[in-house]
């Protein structure tokens, strides 16, 4: 399956006359399913109802981390609304970042959410970046979230982008997602060309699959190995216009070397 992230659109989506226009684009496009949060102006009831009548459908629903305990009941109602079984989640607090000590207070309130999720018959995904991949004496981050959360209940998202902004190679740490992971984002990785004489300087940017430094090869060959079947196209950061993006990821996805 792939989907768009439409985080990707964020600027077309302000109003619900905006928002009904981008959804029948991105259908026209060929997309069939989406990620999607509800902006402020609806609800999932609501949202559901405008995708069904664009042709679409949201492959999840989402909640912050830090309300999940307390929403879990309308988290469940939002799912049922939205026709899936997935809650999807954003990240860890701020304050649990920088130390050994807080990544495994995440772990715990992590095993927490996804218990409660289970209760209501949804699966439950953490979404990660590339600041869990801190350094912490002889572990990272990241690995204390793996080794700490339950399998049955945690799952993770990967985002290529963000495993290769972290120093690692996305073809090879994507292993360690082995049947932790159904969902992936992909964006392409590349360097924008910098103006100034700054050599020490590269900056980073997303751009639409296959157009950048990845190894998508690698990439999909272990995404598979590892359990993935839903790809999820961003384009969170990048300079091309975001339809326009979201297009190419689509035909690369579906046409020639990149084709799944």
């Not at 988290?75 to 954003?90: F, K, N, Q, Y």
């Not at 207070?105 to 209760?119: D, I, S």
Request: net charge negative; with cysteine; hydrophobic share 45%.
């Amino acid at each position: 399956m792939i989907a768009l992230q439409m985080y990707t659109l964020r600027e077309f989506m302000k109003t619900p006359a905006a928002l009904a226009e981008t959804l029948r684009r991105v259908r026209a496009m060929g997309y069939e399913c989406v990620q999607i949060t509800p902006p402020a102006f609806t609800d999932a009831s609501e949202l559901a109802a405008l995708l069904r009548s664009c042709g679409l459908r949201a492959d999840s629903a989402i909640c912050p981390l830090a309300q999940i305990p307390e929403r879990i009941d309308q988290i469940a109602r939002d799912a049922t609304a939205l026709e899936t079984d997935v809650l999807r989640t954003d990240s860890i607090a701020v304050e649990d970042r920088c130390s050994a000590a807080g990544y495994r207070r995440a772990a715990e309130h992590l095993n927490r959410c996804g218990r409660l999720a289970k209760e209501k018959g949804l699966r439950f995904m953490y979404h990660f970046h590339a600041f869990e991949f801190v350094q912490l004496g002889d572990t990272r981050g990241i690995d204390i979230l793996l080794q700490e959360t339950d399998p049955q209940t945690v799952l993770f998202q990967p985002d290529v982008y963000w495993l290769a902004a972290a120093g690692t190679e996305p073809s090879q740490s994507l292993k360690r997602f082995s049947g932790r992971a159904a969902y992936m984002h992909l964006k392409d990785y590349v360097i924008v060309p910098s103006r100034t004489e700054t050599l020490e300087v590269a900056r980073a940017g997303s751009a639409p699959v296959g157009t950048g430094n990845l190894n998508w090869p690698g990439i999909f060959a272990a995404a598979r190995e590892a359990g993935i079947s839903h790809f999820v196209v961003e384009d969170d950061m990048g300079a091309l216009d975001p339809f326009e993006s979201a297009q190419m990821s689509l035909r690369a996805l579906r046409e020639g070397k990149l084709a799944l």
